[in-house]
């Protein structure tokens, strides 16, 4: 398989949840996180999501200070995608949703011409970004799950998190940032510290983490 660079980005709070048993929306980290969320979008030639995160968060993967426009790409096992969700409202890269289960659903006739839909597993999308739509750069911005199967295929680059010290999720089944509590990996990833900003007046320490090579593994 051939693929672009991926990163991802999130925030986690001080229990290591990315959000509430209930799936609370974005919003309850600070504005000087939300800035770094868009400056992360800028070296990006394509933006990544789960269908679950895009709805949750009302997102619209815009970019407008960037003179290209990364794709906007939703990943879904059956879902389809609603007319008046907010992404077909605002200017941005073209959508391609990128259906992963075994039935296609029926697509809504509005959409004629707004979006490009795709039946295919996550690892040929991630080939097809890189091969056919020549995307370098591939910026992931959950959920858990989609993330989680990047973890699993081993693809995760850059690591992007922010550690919401302010905020507690409580509850078993409160995602972490690679899906369920119980549910690990199969395996260590081993990454680098590569950034760390803490800012106590927020509650909040923005951290980067690098893939480490083979060379700087002791």
Same mark, same amino acid.
């Given at each position: 398989?051939?693929?672009?660079?991926?990163?991802?980005?999130?925030?986690?709070?001080?229990?290591?949840?990315?959000? $509430?048993?209930?799936?609370?929306?974005?919003?309850?980290?600070?504005?000087?996180?939300?800035?770094?969320?868009?400056?992360?979008?800028?070296?990006?030639?394509?933006?990544?999501?789960?269908?679950?995160?895009?709805?949750?968060?009302?997102?619209?993967?815009?970019?407008?200070?960037?003179?290209?426009?990364?794709?906007?790409?939703?990943? $879904?096992?059956?879902?389809?995608?609603?007319?008046?969700?907010?992404?077909?409202?605002?200017?941005?890269?073209?959508?391609?949703?990128?259906?992963?289960?075994?039935?296609?659903?029926?697509?809504?006739?509005?959409?004629?011409?707004?979006?490009?839909?795709?039946?295919?597993?996550?690892?040929?999308?991630?080939?097809?970004?890189?091969?056919?739509?020549?995307?370098?750069?591939?910026?992931?911005?959950?959920?858990?799950?989609?993330?989680? $199967?990047?973890?699993?295929?081993?693809?995760?680059?850059?690591?992007?998190?922010?550690?919401?010290?302010?905020?507690?999720?409580?509850?078993?089944?409160?995602?972490?940032?690679?899906?369920?509590?119980?549910?690990?990996?199969?395996? $260590?990833?081993?990454?680098?510290?590569?950034?760390?900003?803490?800012?106590?007046?927020?509650?909040?320490?923005?951290?980067?983490?690098?893939?480490?090579?083979?060379?700087?593994?002791?």
């Amino acid at each position: 398989m051939q693929r672009p660079q991926i990163s991802t980005n999130l925030a986690i709070s001080a229990d290591g949840k990315i959000t $509430s048993a209930d799936r609370r929306p974005s919003g309850w980290t600070s504005k000087k996180d939300h800035a770094r969320l868009r400056e992360l979008r800028q070296s990006a030639d394509a933006l990544l999501v789960g269908m679950g995160t895009l709805i949750a968060d009302r997102m619209t993967l815009t970019c407008p200070s960037k003179a290209t426009p990364p794709l906007r790409c939703v990943i $879904s096992r059956g879902r389809a995608m609603d007319a008046e969700h907010p992404i077909f409202h605002r200017d941005g890269g073209p959508i391609h949703l990128v259906i992963t289960g075994q039935k296609l659903p029926p697509i809504d006739p509005l959409l004629a011409g707004k979006l490009t839909v795709h039946h295919m597993p996550l690892q040929k999308f991630l080939d097809y970004l890189k091969t056919q739509l020549g995307v370098q750069n591939l910026h992931c911005e959950g959920g858990g799950e989609l993330i989680r $199967s990047l973890a699993e295929m081993d693809v995760i680059d850059k690591f992007h998190a922010t550690l919401a010290a302010h905020t507690i999720f409580t509850g078993e089944h409160a995602p972490t940032a690679t899906g369920a509590l119980h549910d690990y990996l199969p395996r $260590s990833i081993p990454f680098e510290l590569k950034h760390f900003e803490p800012d106590p007046a927020l509650g909040e320490c923005f951290l980067s983490y690098g893939r480490k090579t083979a060379d700087t593994i002791q």
